[in-house]
Structures are given as C-alpha cells and as structure tokens.
C-alpha cells in the first residue's frame, strides 16, 4: 500500500458520489412530485455526506503527505 492509495480512493469516489448527486438533483428537477422524494432526498443527503467524507480523506491524506515531506527534507 502506497500514500496514494487513499488519495486515489476519496478522488474516484468523490468523483462517484458527485455524478449521483448530479443524477439525483437532475431527476427531481425533471419530474414531478412522486411518491419518491422522500427517497431522493435520502440520496441526497447521503450523497453530501459522502461527499464530505471524502473531501476530509483528501485534506488528512494531503497533510500527511505535507508533513511526511518535512521530515524528509
């Protein structure tokens, strides 16, 4: 396993999790109020949260690297 790894993982996730909340966001402007927006919603929100997730694994993988670079140098 290299730093890369979870870098690699939140970035194609982070890039998944966008093009279901672009879906989901898509489909409940495009249609009319049916007995799934409760579930949409539910996307949505999980969606978010993942997308948070994510940007968080970014920021600590970011600073890990940051770090493991000055006490290289």
């Given at each position: 396993m290299t730093s890369l790894d979870p870098i690699q993982t939140a970035t194609l996730d982070l890039r998944?999790?966008?093009?279901?909340?672009?879906?989901?966001?898509?489909?409940?402007?495009r249609e009319a109020?049916?007995?799934?927006?409760?579930?949409?919603?539910?996307?949505?929100?999980?969606g978010r949260q993942a997308v948070h997730a994510n940007v968080a694994v970014l920021r600590t993988a970011d600073e890990m690297v940051g770090t493991l670079l000055d006490v290289l140098a």
């Open positions: 998944y999790q966008v093009h279901r909340l672009a879906e989901t966001a898509e489909r409940l402007a109020p049916t007995g799934h927006l409760a579930g949409d919603l539910v996307d949505l929100h999980v």
